[in-house]
């Protein structure tokens, strides 16, 4: 996520030269990624929405974040 970013909330995801941006609340992406990397950050995505929601919600308010673990 990026400090001030745009509506619709959304996450940024970089693997190798690859970049994608998904939306938090209904998972569209939008980008490119190998099919294994993407499987993973979308697990990741669905088990941590309301964290990554609520961070959307903090660093747009007083740019501050709590940081959610990877997948183990």
Sequence with gaps: MNFNDHNPPHF???YGGY???VEIES???EGKFP???LR???EWHEK???LIMQNWHSISESGEFTKI???E
């Design 12 to 14: 940024h995801a970089e």
């Design 19 to 21: 970049q994608i941006i």
């Design 48 to 50: 941590n929405r309301d």
């Design 35 to 37: 099919r294994r990397a």
């Design 69 to 71: 673990q990877p997948l």
């Design 27 to 29: 998972g569209v992406i």
């Design 40 to 42: 993973l950050v979308m």
